[in-house]
C-alpha cells in the first residue's frame, strides 16, 4: 500500500515538475479539487481529446458532433431529474470530522473482498498451470466462493437500499460490516445524508429579476434538448449518435484523488439514438467498442475491467463502467449506459415540444432509445500519465525515469538537440525544426551536456531525440534516439518526416481497434 501511495505521490509531482498539472490559483494556496493543465498538460489532454474526436465522430459516418453551451434553462435539469435525484449519499465521521460517500465506504470494502478472491485464483492459477479452469475454480473453490457472494451480496444490499431511498439502512451496512474511517479508524459515524451536487449560479443584474440556473453536471442533456435540431437538420437517420466534449462541475463531497475527482472536469460524452428494442444489441456493441478503443494505447489489457453497475441511475435499464487500475486501484474511468428514452420524453413533458422521430420505413413516430458512452478527459489523462511513468534501471546500474506516453499522445513529438552550440550545428537543428514544426509539435534545446538533454526529454515524454553533430554538417545524416529503447539509428535528414509519421500518426494507433 505505502509503494502505491509513493507511486502516487510521484506521479502529482511529476505532472508538476514538467509542466503537465499545476493547482488551481496555487499562489493563493490552490483551491480544492481544481487544477491546472500547464504548457505538456494541455497538449497531452487536447491529444486525448483529438484521439477520441477522430475515432467517434471522423470514422462514424452516423455519429456528428455539438458543442452546447455549460448554461442552460433551468428546467433542463428538473426534467432531467438532477434537480430531485442528482445526489450523493453523504456520512460524516464525529470523532475526525471528515466527511466520506457512504456508497464509497461500501464500495471499497467490497473491493477488498475481491481482491481476496483474486489472490486466491492467483495463486491456484500458478498452481495448476495451463490446465487452470477460472470459471470453474471462482463456482468450485469454497474460498473464493464465500469472498464473492459476500461482495454481491454487500454491494446488493447497497443498491437497493440507495434505489429504495433506505438511508438508515446503508448506514446499519456501515456499521454491520464494521467499516472504520480510512483515515483515522474510528466507527463513530453520523447518519447518512443525501447531498445535491450541482452547482448553483445566477443570471441578470438585478437581485428580484436574477434567475437561478446551474453549472451543467453532464454534458449529456446539451445534446438530448437538440435531438430533434441536428436530426433535422443533418437528416440523421436512426441509428445515430452525437458527440461532444465539454466542461462539466460537481460539487463533489470527497475530493482527494488529483485529477480523478474534480469540481471542475471534462467529459467526452456520446449519446447514440436508436429504434426502441434494438438498445441492448448497441450497448453491446458500444461496451465492445469503447473498451477496444482503450486497448489501441497499449496501456495493458490487464489495467482495464468491465463492472456491471448494482445501483442503476434513475435513467437506465443497463449500465456498466470501464474501469481501470489506476494508482490506487480499479475506479471508473468511462461509464456505458442504456438510457432508455427516459431524457428525451422527459424533455417532451417540461417543455411540451415534440422530440420524436420519424421513421420512414416503418411510416411512424417514435421516440428513441439512447446507448451514451461517457468517459471523463481528466481521468483518461490520469490514466495515462500514470501507467507511462516509470523509474528504469539501465544497463550501466543508473537509473531513469521515463514517461513512456503512447506516442500518439505525446505532448512534443521530438526534440532537436545541436551538440554543441557552435560550428553551424545550431543553424542545422533550426532549420530541421523549422521543416518538421508544420507536421508536429516539436522542441529544440541547446542547453547542458547531450546526456542530461536525453533525460529531460524522457522526463517530458518526447519519443524522439534528433542530435545534429559534425558529420550532419557533411553527409546531411543526423542520429535519431527512440526514448523507450534508447536506441540510435543514423539517418538522413531528409526521412526524418516519415520515421516521426509512421511512430505518431493517428491513423496507424486507431487502425489497431478491434485488431
Ligand atoms: P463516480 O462514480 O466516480 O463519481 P459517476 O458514475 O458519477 O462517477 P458519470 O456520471 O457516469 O460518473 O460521468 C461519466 C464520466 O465522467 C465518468 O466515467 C468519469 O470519467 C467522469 N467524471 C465524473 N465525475 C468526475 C469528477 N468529479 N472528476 C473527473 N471526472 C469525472
Known amino acids: 500500500m505505502a509503494k502505491q501511495e509513493d507511486l502516487f505521490k510521484n506521479v502529482v509531482s511529476h505532472a508538476k515538475e514538467y509542466g503537465y498539472i499545476f493547482p488551481s490559483s496555487e499562489i493563493y494556496d490552490g483551491l480544492s479539487a481544481v487544477y491546472d493543465y500547464a504548457q505538456n498538460g494541455v497538449e497531452l489532454k487536447k491529444n486525448i481529446r483529438e484521439y477520441w474526436w477522430k475515432s467517434m465522430v471522423q470514422m462514424h459516418e452516423n455519429i456528428v458532433g455539438l458543442d452546447a453551451s455549460i448554461l442552460m434553462h433551468p ?5 432531467s431529474g438532477h434537480v430531485d435525484a442528482f445526489n450523493d449519499p453523504l456520512i460524516d465521521n464525529k470523532d475526525s470530522k471528515k466527511r ?40 468450485t473453490n469454497p474460498r473464493v466462493m464465500e469472498y464473492l457472494s459476500k461482495k454481491n451480496s454487500i454491494l446488493a444490499r447497497m443498491g437497493k437500499s ?12 456501515i456499521e454491520e460490516l464494521e467499516i472504520a474511517d480510512p483515515e483515522t479508524g474510528s466507527k463513530n459515524w453520523t447518519e447518512v445524508k443525501q447531498f445535491n451536487l450541482m452547482f448553483g449560479t445566477k443570471l441578470g443584474a438585478s437581485a428580484d429579476t436574477a434567475m437561478d440556473l446551474y453549472l451543467r453536471p453532464e454534458t449529456a442533456q446539451g445534446i438530448f434538448v437538440n435531438f430533434l435540431n441536428v436530426q433535422k437538420s443533418g437528416r ?19 475530493a482527494r484523488q488529483f485529477i480523478f475527482r474534480m469540481r471542475e472536469f471534462e467529459q467526452m460524452e456520446m449519446q447514440f439514438f436508436v429504434k426502441p428494442g434494438e438498445e441492448m444489441k448497441w450497448y453491446e456493441y458500444w461496451k465492445t467498442t469503447r473498451l477496444n478503443w482503450h486497448l489501441s494505447l497499449g496501456l495493458g489489457e490487464k489495467n482495464y475491467r468491465f463492472h456491471d453497475h448494482d445501483k442503476l441511475a434513475h435513467y437506465a ?35 411540451n415540444k415534440k422530440l420524436q422521430y ?35 534501471e539501465l544497463e550501466d546500474g543508473s537509473t531513469r525515469t521515463v514517461l513512456k506516453l503512447p506516442s500518439v499522445l505525446a505532448p512534443t513529438k521530438a526534440a532537436i538537440l545541436p551538440l554543441v552550440k557552435k560550428d553551424g550545428l545550431p543553424d542545422i537543428a533550426k532549420q530541421i525544426m523549422a521543416d518538421l514544426k508544420w507536421d508536429f509539435n516539436v522542441a529544440y534545446d541547446e542547453k547542458d551536456a547531450v546526456g542530461r538533454r536525453y533525460r529531460r526529454q524522457d522526463a517530458l515524454g518526447t519519443p524522439f531525440c534528433i542530435t ?7 553527409d546531411q545524416t543526423v542520429t535519431i534516439r527512440h526514448r ?14 516519415e520515421i516521426i509519421e509512421s511512430e505518431v500518426s493517428m491513423k496507424n494507433w486507431l487502425m489497431k481497434i478491434g485488431k
Open 468 to 474: 545534429v553533430d559534425h558529420q550532419s554538417i557533411e
Open 162 to 173: 440507495l434505489g429504495d431511498g433506505d438511508l438508515a439502512d446503508v448506514k446499519a451496512l
Open 358 to 392: 420519424f421513421d420512414t420505413e416503418e411510416n411512424k413516430n417514435y421516440t428513441p432509445y439512447v446507448v451514451e458512452t461517457s468517459v471523463g478527459l481528466d481521468r483518461m489523462f490520469l490514466s495515462v500519465f500514470a501507467t507511462s511513468l516509470k523509474e528504469e
Open 100 to 139: 466520506y460517500r457512504a456508497d464509497v465506504l461500501i464500495e471499497d470494502y467490497a473491493e477488498k473482498l475481491n481482491q481476496k478472491a483474486e489472490k486466491e485464483i492467483e495463486k491456484a492459477s500458478v498452481r495448476f498451470g495451463e490446465a487452470f479452469n477460472r470459471a470453474e475454480y471462482e463456482t
Open 75 to 79: 428546467t433542463t435539469w428538473k426534467a
Open 484 to 497: 523507450d529503447t534508447m536506441k540510435q539509428d543514423r539517418v538522413a535528414i531528409t526521412d526524418l518526416r
Open 236 to 254: 440523421m437517420k436512426i441509428p445515430f449518435g452525437i458527440a461532444q466534449t465539454g466542461k462539466a462541475f460537481r460539487n463533489e463531497i470527497v
Open 317 to 351: 435499464n443497463a449500465a456498466a463502467d470501464i474501469e481501470f487500475n489506476f494508482p490506487f486501484g480499479f475506479k471508473e474511468l468511462e461509464g456505458i449506459h442504456s438510457r432508455t428514452d427516459f431524457d428525451l420524453k422527459a424533455h417532451e413533458e417540461f417543455s
